[in-house]
C-alpha cells in the first residue's frame, strides 16, 4: 500500500514568488546574512486635471520569509545532500561542542547497520556533535551568561523585516496587547538575548540542524506558525513528505513537526531535517511507541531516553513531552465527553494505569534536561489532558496538568533548557482568556504554543476555520505560536493541498493577532495592497498577499483577460461604475476646499459641483 | 455573454439532508407549522466487562432550518409556480391590506408590457398588496399595539429549536453576552413581541412575500447570516440566481440579498423572491442607477421612489438604504487609503457632490418610512462610508454616518418601521468592539447586521476566512446578523461552491458566537457529535456537521471502505492505537475508584492495574 519514494529534485517545489526577490541583511556584531524577501511595486500614476500624468513611486515591501532557500533561483539545492549548513561554522566557533565518532542511540546504530535500509537512506549523513562533557550548549545558557550569539543577531534582524527603512504606509493603529511589550522602535540582538535569558521567548535550533535560519518563538515577537506534517503507517511516501515540508515552509510555517508513525520514521525524518531551513519538532513517545509495537504499556525509561539521543543527534529542534500528564489527573478525565483525545497524553494515560505507577516522563525529568542541553534541543512540554471538545474545555484535567508544566518550567530552566507550553484545542470564544491568562501566571511567562483552538465542534471539514478563530484571538491575548489545524482535522491525513489551506489560514490568524496586539510594522503590508487595490494595481494586490496564485486564478476565473489586470475597473461593479473612481473625485474636492478653508466651504462646494459636472463627471475618461 | 436562461426543476437542489427529517411543531396560539430538522443518531453500543452489550439511545437532535420545503421530500415544488404561500391567510385574516387591481410602479408596468422579456417573465404574477389606507402593516406596528402575530410566535417556536424537549447532552458552559438578555429557559411569543416593539429586533416579512417562513434578528435571538447572490452585466442567468439562492439557504443561510445589477434585474427578482423562503433584502439604489445608465448624478427622488414601490409590490423584505452619507461627511473619507468602497455609498457620496446638495435618501427619509410601513418593508440602513481598509477602520467619516444612522432610526420607529443598521467592514481585532458599543448607544440597540468585518488585508483569495474571525468577535459583543464574504471577495464574483464556502463559513461564526454568548442550547449539536466522535459513530458525526458531504469525503480520502466509517479507529493514529479507546479504559478505572470513595484510591488503583494487566491491557479486542 505505501510507496517508499526517496526524493528527487522534480518533486520540490522551487518556483520564487511573483515579483519578489530574495535579500540578505549583513548582521553588525557577527558576520551573518539574515534572508527576507522583498516585494516590488508598479508605480502610481494619477491623471491630474491638466491632462498630464503624475508618477508615484511606491517602495518595496519587505516581508518575513520561512520559504528558506527554495525560492532563491541562485542557490543551488540538491536533495540528496541536503541545505547547506549556515549555522555550522557558529556552532563550532564557541568551542564548547564536539563531533562524536558514531551515533550514540542504540535504535541509530541499528538502523545504520540494516543494509535493507540502504535504499531509503539518506546519503551524506554526518557524525552528530555533542556538548563537551560539562558543557550547556543551549541558548538560554548563552543569553544567561549575557552573550549574544549569532543566532539571537539574526532573528532580531530578521523580526525588524528592514522597518526602519521603510518611509511609506506606515501608519499603523495603536494595539492592545493585553501587557505584552514588544519595543517600539526596533527589536535589538539585546532586547532577544534578554527574553531568552529571561525564559519568554526561545531559539529552537539544535546543533545538529545547523541547516536553520533562525527564528524566535515568543510573547514580544511576531506571532509564528507550526505546521504539523507525517506520514502513517498505511499513507504516503518520504518524498512526499520533504515536498510537504518545503511546501508548508513555502507558505509560511515558521517550525514545522513531524509527526510520522509507521515503520521508517527514522530515515523519514532525516530526510525531513537535511532538507529544511526552520526547525523540526517531534512527539519522540510515538516513535518510541512503535519500538513497542504500539503497546503503551511496554513502555520504559530506556526506551524513550534511547529515542530522545537517537532523535536529538539527527537534529531534532523541540521535543514535545507529555510530562505532566500524572496519574492523579487521568481520573479527572473520566466524565468528559472526549476524553483524553491526545495521543501522547493517552498514551502516557495507558502507561500509568497499567502500571499504577507515576509517568515516567516526569520521574526522569531531570534526566531528560540532561540531554536537552547537550543538544539544544527545547522542550515543548505538551498538554496531554487538552480538552477534545468545548464541552470539556478548561477543566480540572486540563488545569491541573498545566499548573504541573509551570512546575517542570523551573527545573528546565534550572539547567537552562528552552521551554515552551502547549495549549489547547477545543475551547469556546469567551472561555480563551483564561487559558492565556492562567498560561502566563503558572507557567512564569514562558511561550504558549497552542493547538487552535477549535470555537466549535460542528463543523468537521472546516477546522482549519473553526480554530482560525480561536488562534487569532489567543494570539492576540499572548500566545507565541499557533499549531495549525488542516480541514482534514478529526477525518483523514493532510494532502498538499490541505496543508497550504491549513497553513495560509493559520498566517492569516497570527497576522490578525500582531495587527491586534500593535507589532511595530505589521500593517505595513496591509496598508501596501489596499493603496494597491484602491489604485486597481491588480498585479501588485496579487503580490502581496499571502498566497498570489489563488488570488490570481480567482480575478481570472470572472475576467481572463490580461488587459483586466491593468484596468480600472474590477468583475463586481463592472466598467460603468466604480467606487474606487468616485473617492478620487472626493480628494480633488476635499482638496479643494481644505485648500480654501472652512469659511471657503460653501463657496467652494458650490464651484466644485458646477465643475465638476461641466467636466463630465468622470475623471478618469 | 450573458445567457439569460430561466430555471428548470433540474438546476435546483432537493436532496433531503442525511438522517434528517422535516418536522412540523404546532403553535399554540396560532394555527401554524414551525420547520425543522431533526438528525437521528445511532445507539452507542458499550461491550460490558462481561462480554454483553449495553445499548444506549441516542436521542435525535433538532437543528435549526433555514432550508425551506426545498429539502421535505413530501413536498412538490414547479420553480415556475413559486413555493406555496405560507402566510398568506396569516396576512389576509389581518384585515389591514387590499390587494391592487395593478403594480403602481411606472418601472413594473414598463417591464410587464414589454413583449420581448415574455421569454423571461415568471409566469404566475399576482397582484400585490398593500396597506388599507390609513393602515400600518409593520410587525413593529402590530407589536407595540400588544398584539402577537403568528409570524411572532413561529419565531418564539423555531429559536427554541425544540430545546425543552431535549433530555440528553444539554450541559452548556455559561456564556458572556456582554449585556445581551436572552431568557434562559424558553423563547415565549410574548419575549419577541416585546423585543420588537422595542425595536431589538425585527422580523423581515414583506406582504407581498408570503412564500417566507418567519425568522427574527435580534441581538436575544441566535445569531443570523446573510448570503450576497447576484448576476451582473457580464456573468450568470436567472436560472443560476434562483439555484445560488436555494443553495445558499441549504447550507444555512437566513436571509439572502439579490445583488444583482445589469439587464433584467426586475425579472431575476421576481424569480428568486417567488421560490425563496427566507427574507430577501435589496440595495434599490443599484437598480435605480441602471435606470440612468449608471449616471449617478442624474439620480432623482422620484426615480428611487418609484424603484422602492417597484420592489416592495415584488416583495423584498428589507431595503439597504444609504441615507447617512450627507454631504458633511464626504471629504472626510478624502485621507483614507480607499476612500469610499460602498458601492451604494459613493453612488450618493457623487451625487451629493455632483449637485452639492444633501443626499436625497435623507431628505425624503419620512416619504420612505410611509412606503415601506405599506408594506411592512424594514430597513437596513447601510454604511456607506464605511472602512475598506484597516487603515481607514474606526474613522471620523465612519462613525458620523453612524450617529447619523442611530437618528434616523428614531424616525423610521415614529413610523412603527423595523430597522437594523449595517456596520463595516475592515477592523483590527482590538478596534472591533468599540464598534458594537457605539452602535448599540447611538442606535439605540436596533440589530446591527456586519460585512465580516476582515481582521487584515493582507490574504485576497481567503477573505471568508479574515472576516469569520471578526464576525465570529462581533457576534460575540452583540451583532445580530453577519454578513458572508465569500473565498471571491476584492477577486470576482462568486459561484456556487463560493457561495457554500461563504455560507458555512459564516454558519461557524455566527455558532461561536452564539455558543460564547451562552446561547440556551448552543452547546448541545457540538456535544452530540463530540459524543459521536468519541466513540466512533462516524455516520452520526458526518450527519450532525454542518456540511455532511464535504465531512463524509474527507474521511474517505484517506479510509474510502464502507467499514472504516463503522471501524473503531480513525485514519489518524490507525488501528493499533487510538487515544479514544483508552478513554474508555480510564472511564473504567474511574468508576472503580469512584465506587471505592477516596480512601480505598490507593487499593483501588493498584487492584485496577493487575485487573488492567491481566485483561490483556485492551478493552475493545
Known amino acids: 500500500m505505501r510507496e517508499e519514494r526517496i526524493p528527487s529534485e522534480k518533486a520540490i517545489t522551487r518556483d520564487p514568488f511573483p515579483a519578489s526577490k530574495k535579500i540578505y541583511v549583513d548582521g553588525k556584531i557577527h558576520d551573518i546574512k539574515v534572508a527576507m524577501r522583498e516585494i516590488s511595486l508598479h508605480d502610481t500614476i494619477v491623471k491630474l486635471p491638466s491632462g498630464k500624468e503624475k508618477v508615484e513611486v511606491n517602495e518595496p515591501v519587505t516581508v518575513y520569509d520561512t520559504s528558506g532557500p527554495y525560492t532563491d533561483p541562485n542557490v543551488e539545492i540538491d536533495v540528496r545532500k541536503g541545505l547547506s549548513k549556515l549555522r555550522q561554522s557558529w556552532i563550532l566557533d564557541r568551542g564548547d561542542v564536539e563531533q562524536l565518532e558514531s551515533i550514540s542511540s542504540n535504535y541509530g546504530q541499528e538502523r545504520l547497520n540494516d543494509e535493507t535500509l540502504d535504499h531509503l537512506r539518506f546519503e551524506h549523513l554526518s557524525k552528530p556533535y555533542k556538548a563537551k562533557k560539562g558543557k550547556n550548549v543551549s541558548q538560554m545558557h548563552y543569553a544567561k551568561k549575557g552573550i549574544i550569539t549569532p543566532e ?81 503507517a498505511t499513507t504516503s511516501s518520504i518524498e512526499e513528505e520533504v515536498e510537504k515540508a518545503v511546501w508548508a515552509t513555502r507558505w509560511g510555517a515558521d517550525t514545522i513537526m513531524d509527526l510520522s508513525t509507521g515503520k521508517n520514521i527514522h530515515e523519514t525524518r532525516e530526510w525531513i531535517i537535511r532538507n529544511t531551513a526552520v526547525p523540526v519538532g517531534t512527539v519522540p513517545i510515538y516513535q518510541a511507541l512503535e519500538k513497542v509495537n504500539g503497546k503503551a504499556e511496554d513502555l520504559t525509561w530506556e526506551i524513550f531516553r534511547d ?4 532523535q536529538a543527534e539527527q537534529g531534532v529542534d523541540y521535543f514535545t513531552i507529555h510530562a505532566g500528564v500524572l496519574l492523579r489527573y487521568v481520573p479527572l478525565t473520566a466524565k468528559r465527553i472526549t476524553g ?9 494515560a495507558k502507561w500509568c494505569l497499567a502500571h499504577h505507577k507515576e509517568n515516567f516522563l516526569y520521574t526522569h525529568f531531570e534526566e531528560i534536561c540532561e540531554i536537552m542541553k547537550a543538544y539544544d534541543v527545547a522542550f515543548s512540554l505538551g498538554d496531554g489532558l487538552r480538552p477534545g471538545s468545548l464541552a470539556d474545555a478548561n477543566d480540572e484535567a ?46 512564569y511567562e514562558a511561550p504558549f504554543y497552542t493547538l487552535g483552538p477549535l470555537t466549535t465542534d460542528i463543523a468537521p471539514g472546516y477546522d482549519h476555520i473553526t480554530s482560525a478563530i480561536g488562534a487569532a484571538q489567543i494570539g492576540w491575548y499572548g500566545t507565541a505560536m499557533l499549531c495549525y489545524v488542516t480541514p482534514k482535522e478529526h477525518l483523514g491525513l493532510p494532502n498538499k493541498k490541505d496543508v497550504k489551506d491549513g497553513v495560509i489560514t493559520y498566517k492569516i490568524a497570527a497576522h490578525a493577532a500582531d495587527l491586534a496586539k500593535g507589532h ?33 486564478s480567482f480575478h481570472d476565473e470572472t475576467l481572463p483577460a490580461e488587459g483586466a489586470k491593468i484596468a480600472h475597473f474590477c468583475s463586481m461593479c463592472g466598467p460603468h461604475f466604480c467606487s474606487m473612481k468616485i473617492t478620487q473625485e472626493v480628494r480633488d474636492y476635499a482638496d479643494k476646499i481644505g485648500s480654501e478653508g472652512d469659511d471657503a466651504l460653501q463657496k467652494g462646494m458650490e464651484e466644485k459641483s458646477q465643475e465638476f459636472k461641466e467636466k463630465g463627471s468622470e475623471i478618469y475618461l
Open 340 to 348: 483524553i483525545v491526545s495521543r501522547g497524553g493517552s498514551i502516557m
Open 307 to 310: 529515542t530522545l539521543i537517537e
Open 520 to 552: 511595530p510594522g505589521a500593517q505595513l503590508r496591509d496598508n501596501a495592497l489596499s493603496k494597491a487595490r484602491f489604485e486597481f494595481r491588480w498585479r501588485d494586490q496579487f503580490n502581496l498577499s499571502l498566497d498570489p496564485d489563488t488570488a490570481e
Open 152 to 232: 539571537m543577531e539574526y532573528v532580531a534582524i530578521r523580526e525588524n523585516q528592514r522597518l526602519q527603512e521603510a518611509k511609506q504606509m506606515n501608519m499603523q493603529h495603536p494595539g492592545n496587547s493585553f501587557g505584552a511589550n514588544t519595543p517600539i522602535g526596533e527589536i535589538t540582538p539585546e532586547f532577544v538575548r534578554d527574553e531568552i535569558a529571561a525564559g519568554r521567548a526561545i531559539i529552537p535550533n539544535n546543533i545538529n540542524h545547523p541547516e536553520t535560519e533562525p527564528m524566535i518563538i515568543g510573547r514580544n515577537f511576531l506571532v509564528k506558525i507550526n505546521a504539523n506534517i507525517g506520514n502513517s
Open 398 to 443: 486540563q488545569f491541573g496538568e498545566l499548573k504541573t508544566l509551570g512546575e517542570l518550567t523551573k527545573i528546565a530552566w534550572k539547567h537552562d533548557v528552552q521551554v515552551i507550553i502547549e495549549g489547547p484545542g477545543h475551547v469556546p470564544m469567551h472561555m480563551i482568556k483564561e487559558n492565556m491568562d492562567k498560561q502566563l501566571r503558572e507557567c
